[in-house]
């Protein structure tokens, strides 16, 4: 049987487009002893990949060109070579953007279909929503009383993001591209206020009417301008939580603006970047508790279902405009 994949044809200058994909047939793969064999169902899409693009440095390992593309998949087990798995056994990994990818059962782990859709385990109760989770408790620390900003805040990991600081006690305020995304945020997450970066001139002036008392946790998805201006509106002893930089992620050189660290010498601010794999031992805690919140109601979600694994360049590339809200992701087959 063939097996249809993406490899890495081109290395980006710049932001990619479609000649930076290669969409190839292979022979489906055998699994090799302690492995199985994964019909993806759903494929992952992140910002994070545009890195791995790259042949510079990145806190993920760059792709080779011509190396298959790889990501996070929810897919069924179709046969077990002593991989601990059984066949239809609904499994998530890092595997390739393929309909078929093999993998030792050790780097796969299992999906309980009666917990919430499988679609999940990439997006609120997988690596965004624990990424959310950590990032807000542990490095924001956000509490009662706090101004929280999030900003890529009608995405899979500030949705969620802003909603554990809503249940925190903290006033939330979210950036997002567009007038449908902020509706979202605060008719169907709760936030307290949004602010559409596209249709906004002075993000200062727009921070201090939706944020009058300053900012006493940041969480930033996005860099840039943004960052500037609520880099001057933190409060004494504020915390800020450095999660992703997209707005950067293309740049060809990394654009020198104004100095923003003298205004953390006058707030005292603390400001750390982290990875969700910093907290690997307490994933499977965090991922109880978001379970429990999706449950109950107390967190939303939603995803952006791009149809046909032809179609996951799309997707990706998609993300650099801001298309989707809350999770992306690629449908690529039926259970």
Known sequence: MTNRQWHLAQRPEGRPDSDTFDFVETERPDPEPGEALVRTLYLSVDPYMRGRMSAGESYAEAWAVGDPLQGGVVG???ESNGAGFEPGDVVTGNLRWADYATAPGTALQPVNPDLAPISTALGVLGMPGRTAYFGTRDVADVSAGDTFVVTGAAGAVGSVAGQ???????RVVGFAGSEDKVEFLE??????AGINYKETDDYRAALDEAAPSGVDAYFDNV???ITDAVFTRLNVDARVAVCGQISLYNAQSVP??????????ESR???QGFL???FTPRFEAATEQLAEWVDSGAISYRETVTEGLENAPDAFLGLFDG????KQLVKVAEP
Not at 164 to 170: D, R
Not at 256 to 265: D, E, W
Not at 323 to 326: A, L, R, S
Request: net charge negative.
């Open 276 to 278: 969700a794999g910093d």
């Open 164 to 170: 554990i600081g809503s249940l925190s006690g903290a």
């Open 187 to 192: 008719d169907d997450l709760g936030f307290d």
């Open 269 to 271: 601010a603390t400001v």
């Open 76 to 78: 069924e087990v179709v």
């Open 323 to 326: 298309e989707n809200i809350g």
């Open 256 to 265: 020198t603006g104004p100095r923003k660290l003298p205004a953390l010498i």
């Open 223 to 225: 860099g840039g301008e």
